[in-house]
């Protein structure tokens, strides 16, 4: 162990001097909790297609992209003629402008269900404005969600995120959110019946990122469907990851469950602030009928974000899903052969071309987001990340996401032989 984070400190040296001068500035020296790890997090300078390069001069393959906002690579063809775009028409009107309604009217044609949209900065925001409004909509209090399901910093839908998922860690007074157990079809009912005649919406990721990279199975999603239409509740996708990144617009159709509302972000933009939500018009009207306070702040809808996204959207219609989707299931079945034969317990997951791989104190029976996040073993998963960046790999849950831009075979043929180099450094 000492050894590899002797090699780290020695390859990163000059991230080490920079982060000792990021805590004399930010808590915790980061401005997002994800981007902190032992012994320091790596300092970029420049990221151009699917590289990082660090203040060390060293390049490093990157299977973050972005928090996984990035489809197209860094600094893509696409995401320059965007920005010019943008900077020509100046950055900020701060009015419905010209290119918000091409950016919506983009979208909506990759999601017609999208029948009415409000368009915002982030993922956070979305999520927060969709509940308000469902709640408005159904003059319901309570939100349902998954637990370990991550749905941005906003306080309503900051609790069960962390287990045993049971802290109302910012809920504020009047609003109930609880949580249910992902893909546990029976408990799951058995709360919702409890709150049945006082939940507004269900908010669930088709494919939990965070919580561990597990898509939701098509019964669950249907007795959850089922249990919407019979109570009038609003059934949420949140699609901040899931949406254009398997397919190009939701991945409903691939699952076979409609909701209500969904929300969007990241691949959409290629990298700009950009977050949406919407779905049934007679639900989004609700903001103009009750005059409902409902987003989007400052920034919203403003020309550069909204130049960018329409180039990437326009470029990601031509992209082959199907082949990136096969890429990702190649990395996943190499990690799950590699998994059998570990000296420690192993489990790894995702769909498409999103790959985790978890290390555990035990191991699992059955894969489940409460059993990955309770017996996460932390130490390890912070070594190995370690261990890949001295391997000149930068990963986030020991896996991550793969862009367009990865597609390559040496390119695949270099994450895999990163981790078996990993595997071997870390005796496992
Ligand atoms: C499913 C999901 N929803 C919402 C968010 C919040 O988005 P943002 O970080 O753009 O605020 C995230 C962020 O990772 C997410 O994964």
Known sequence: MDDIYKLYEQKFSKSKALYEKAKSLFPNGICHDIRSYPPFPVVTDRCEDIYMYDTNGNRLLDLWMGHFALLLGHGSITQNAGAERGL????HHGTLNTMQIEFAETLK???PEL??????TSGTEATMYVTRVARAFTRRDVIVKVEGGWHGGNSVLSNGVVPPFVKRENAPEGLKTVSVPYNNTERTLDILNEYKDDTAAIILEPMLGAGGGILADEEYLKAIRQFCDETGTLLIF??????????????WPLLGVQPDLFTFGKATAGGMHVGIYGGRRDVMETISKQKLFAG?????????????????????????????NIAGDGIRQFLESKVQNLKVPAAATGYGSYFCL???????E???????????????????????????VFTVHSGGALSFMHMKSSTIDTIKQAYIKTFEMLEI
Do not use: W
């Open 88 to 91: 020509e028409a100046g950055i």
């Open 109 to 111: 044609s990759a999601v």
């Open 358 to 364: 978890h290390f555990l104190t035990d191991r699992p």
């Open 115 to 120: 029948e009415l949209m409000r368009l915002c």
């Open 366 to 392: 059955t894969v489940t987001p409460a059993i990955l996040m309770s017996s996460s073993d932390k130490d390890m998963e912070n070594l190995f990340k370690a261990a890949m960046l001295v391997n000149n």
């Open 296 to 324: 989007g702040g400052t920034y919203s809808g403003n020309p550069l974000s909204m130049a960018v996204g329409i180039q990437t959207l326009n470029k990601l219609k031509t992209m082959d899903y199907n082949s990136l």
């Open 238 to 251: 949140d699609e901040v990851v899931t949406g254009f990144r398997f397919r190009y617009g939701s991945i």
